[in-house]
């Protein structure tokens, strides 16, 4: 959640920071607002919306200065508006400071910093972080550095902050706790950046920063790395491997539709490498070091949030039904809080695209504190999860940018379903040939899938034309069709706002068929499994109380076709890798609905990719 941007070097700031923020917008878009120094004068610009409202706002001002800092905001601490907009400034308007996360102590240190005669102007836990630093700034005597050091030693909860003041111009501070911070390092000049996708068109050096650890930034090309308890560090610059076209919209009208078409070639990513077909076996190097621990263990426990929740229900079906290993599925908020019984016997694996996400990193800090073994699934090269980690895995699916989750999915449980044959392998409960087997259908995964997006992107259209203006969706799937469908319905109703649920088919008849009448779209999800005949009698439940049928349906399925109002065809593939290929034309269907309603597809209204608060 929020997205910063800091730059401190000889070029114009503000173009580098607009251009940061656009980048960043997919955390937040509820406000934005820059601030730049000039002549020892901050110019601070802020407006609500989105960082194309700050530009329209910040055309007829002065935006000139080559230190700067820049924020894109995902409200927690009061409604989004200009006044809660950061740049924050202190109170003698000297120091401005952005910031992700959220102090925890605020208001303790809010009054005791009003009986001292601080008059806040805004609501946001921010303001009293930067009034913080200018209080002890003025009883201390010392630099800004010593400050921003000082003032978050006293503050508990999670941040990323950039920080300057104007006394010292040629300074930029940069700390943080829990949210991400890349520092980018140039020619005599320096960036700051919640990701890296603001950093990678001017240096491919940087460093991710860790808790508790702050970057001291001067003009003339030096910088220091140290703890905020003051013990200094030695960086370790690592080269960036992203690519510019990877975070661009390459043509596409949307990131979501682009990451959608993406998955051909990102599920090849995330198997390349990793599959032995010859041999049948599975490379899963990430893992190989632990890979006593995690057969002998007694449970493996899934933590993960939405649709990475969805992966790691799909996970479970896949490692029960292939391995024959306990597995459990756990939301990682609740499991956090709920005092669940776990030891070192178990294995937590956390799923995470942006690997930042707040209640799985804290859910996975509980579980190491009970001896847990940690793996990691995230996207996300270096974020906080797969540090957190003992061994995982990535899954290589690029940056993924649209706010609703797609190719990061099917990735996750492409590699997941590699993490399920892996122990199967090692537990010998599947035989070589029948590994072979999965191995090579998983192989045609990409191409079956460029089949269902060249046939039947047009029909979805003209789907999402005829239900655009229903209230309400059921998404219904037996099996390994059940997490894809409550997938499916995610999907629609965080772009399109319409409400939807996914239950398992069988389930619809304890209660939800109660909403079936004429109006009531309810998509179908029916491969051919063992499960197709109950599907179907399922189909035909919904079909005569008037339901309309919509059914993704493997090619030539005759049953259904007298059933359903509309069929979409996907080609026939493992039981287990058919959630993958049913996900195709759900994506695209809650896509087209929502651009038929006109909604902003890539950013939701209160939604931000990076989940980074409770
Ligand atoms: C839905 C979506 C979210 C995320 C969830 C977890 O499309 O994107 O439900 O899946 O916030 O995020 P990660 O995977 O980054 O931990």
């Known amino acids: 959640m929020c997205g910063i941007v800091g730059y401190i070097g000889s070029r114009e700031a503000y173009p580098i920071l607009i ?253 390349r490498g990793r599959v032995d077909i010859e041999n049948g076996k599975i490379k899963l190097g990430g893992l190989e070091e632990y890979e006593n621990r995690i057969m002998n263990s007694r449970r493996i426990i899934i933590v993960a949030c939405g649709t990475s929740w969805h992966a790691g229900l799909l996970a479970e079906y896949m490692i029960e039904d292939l391995a024959r290993a306990n597995v459990e599925v756990e939301y990682a908020s609740e499991f956090r809080y709920r005092n669940p019984v776990i030891d070192k016997e178990d294995i937590i694996i956390a799923i995470s695209q942006s690997g930042e996400t707040a209640d799985t990193l804290a859910a996975i800090e509980m579980a190491k504190k009970q001896g847990c073994l940690i793996l990691g699934i995230c996207n996300v090269v270096g974020s906080s999860i797969p540090r957190a980690s003992d061994a995982g895995c990535y899954t290589h699916a690029g940056p993924e940018i649209g706010v609703a989750s797609t190719k990061a999915f099917t990735s996750q449980v492409s590699v997941l379903f590699l993490v399920a044959l892996w122990i199967a392998e090692n537990k010998g409960t599947l035989s070589k040939s029948r590994i072979q087997e999965y191995l090579t259908e998983l192989e045609l995964i990409p191409s079956k899938i460029e089949t269902i997006l060249s046939e039947t992107e047009s029909q979805i259209k003209a789907i999402a034309k005829e239900y655009k203006d229903a209230s309400n969706f059921l998404y219904l799937g037996r099996g390994y069709n059940f997490p894809a469908a409550l997938e499916g319905a995610l999907k629609l109703k965080e772009i399109s706002y319409i409400h939807a649920e996914g239950y398992p088919a069988a389930e619809m008849k304890h209660g939800p068929i109660a909403l079936i009448d004429d109006e009531m779209p309810v998509v179908f999800l029916v491969n051919n499994s063992s499960a197709h005949e109950k599907t179907i009698s399922n189909v035909q439940e919904v079909a005569a109380r008037k339901g309309q049928v919509i059914a993704i349906a493997n090619k030539g399925d005759k049953v259904i076709a007298g059933m359903a109002k509309h069929v979409i065809e996907i080609p026939e593939t493992e039981d287990a890798l058919s959630p993958i290929l049913a996900s195709i034309p759900l994506q695209l269907l809650s896509y087209y609905i929502a651009i038929e309603r006109g909604c902003n597809v890539d950013q939701p209204r209160n939604l931000a990719k990076s989940v980074t608060v409770e």
């Not at 230190?67 to 924050?88: E, F, K, S």
């Not at 003032?151 to 003041?165: D, H, M, R, W």
Request: hydrophobic share 35%.
């Open 19 to 271: 251009k940061g923020l656009k980048r960043l917008e997919y955390r937040g878009y509820d406000s934005a607002g820059v601030a730049m120094l000039q002549d020892g004068n901050i110019t601070l610009i802020k407006e609500k919306g989105k960082v194309s409202d700050l530009e329209g706002l910040a055309s007829s001002s002065n935006k000139s200065g080559s230190l700067g800092i820049g924020h894109t905001r995902w409200a927690t601490h009061g409604p989004p508006n200009q006044v809660n907009a950061h740049p924050h400034a202190s109170q003698s308007g000297d120091i401005v400071l952005i910031h992700n996360g959220i102090i925890e102590n605020y208001a303790t240190i809010k009054s005791v910093l009003t009986s001292k005669g601080y008059i806040f102007r805004s609501d946001t836990d921010t303001e009293v972080l930067v009034m913080l630093i200018e209080e002890i700034q003025k009883n201390e005597k010392c630099d800004i550095a010593k400050a921003v050091r000082l003032a978050l030693n006293e503050v508990t909860g999670a941040y990323a902050i950039a920080v300057f003041s104007k006394k010292e111009p040629d300074v930029l501070i940069g700390a943080r706790k829990g949210s991400p911070l890349i520092l980018g390092i140039g020619e005599k000049e320096f960036f700051l950046a919640s990701d890296a996708s603001p950093v990678i068109e001017y240096t491919k050096k940087v460093v991710y920063i860790n808790d508790e650890e702050m970057v001291v930034l001067q003009r003339n090309g030096e910088f220091e790395l140290k703890t905020i308890q003051n013990e200094r560090k030695t960086p370790y610059i690592q080269e960036l491997e992203l690519k510019l076209e990877a975070i661009e919209k390459g043509g596409y009208e949307h990131f979501m539709l682009k990451e959608i078409h993406e998955q051909p070639k990102s599920i090849y990513d995330s198997v």
